[in-house]
């Protein structure tokens, strides 16, 4: 994560105003804060509650993909390329699901969290079909214990209120942008 940081910092031209030491320093201390905080965590988390669910969905052949890009059309797009490869493995899906990078900013808020889950099925215009995917999506969801608040329509995305995204992350942890194990998940 340092690295990245420090990468975007001399990327956008800010290594004058900001300090690698200065960067390291509040990384640390950020740090330090969410190792004591996620000694207070009920377990599972609502971020591993999520995961579970994904993985379900991928079982039940939708695609359902973690911080798929920056907005919708990133997501859209990361989705087409999980879907070219199950073609080329013979599969179909029966749709997707996924939130992109917009969408864990509100996750992570102290105020207010929750977060958007986008759904759809590729090179679909039905809204019935849409809307029986977004079903799918709200049915695995609320089966991990989620609340939701979606008004079935096809053109608004489902909204898990009070979602706080809590996870440690480390070398040993899964890489939930791996789109590669959800394409093994759905091809087996």
């Not at 890009?69 to 179909?92: C, I, P, Q, W």
């Not at 039905?126 to 079935?152: C, T």
Request: charged share 35%; with cysteine.
């Amino acid at each position: 994560i340092k690295d990245n940081i420090i990468e975007e910092i001399e990327d956008n031209g800010f290594e004058d105003e900001i300090s690698e030491d200065w960067a390291n320093e509040q990384i640390d201390n950020e740090w330090e804060n969410l190792i004591s905080e996620s000694k207070n965590w009920n377990s599972p988390t609502d971020t591993e509650r999520l995961t579970e669910a994904f993985d379900e969905l991928c079982d039940k052949n939708i695609i359902a993909l973690h911080n798929a890009g920056f907005e919708t059309s990133d997501g859209e797009y990361e989705v087409v390329e999980v879907e070219r490869a199950l073609r080329e493995n013979g599969k179909m899906s029966d749709g997707y699901c996924f939130y992109h990078e917009q969408d864990l900013a509100r996750a992570i808020s102290k105020d207010n969290p929750s977060l958007y889950i986008a759904f759809q099925k590729i090179n679909n215009e039905d809204d019935k079909v849409s809307i029986e995917v977004g079903k799918k999506v709200v049915d695995v969801l609320k089966h991990h214990g989620f609340a939701v608040d979606w008004n079935e329509s096809a053109n608004t995305k489902i909204l898990i209120p009070n979602f706080k995204w809590q996870r440690i992350y480390d070398e040993n942890n899964r890489d939930l942008q791996d789109y590669n194990d959800v394409i093994e998940r759905m091809s087996n």
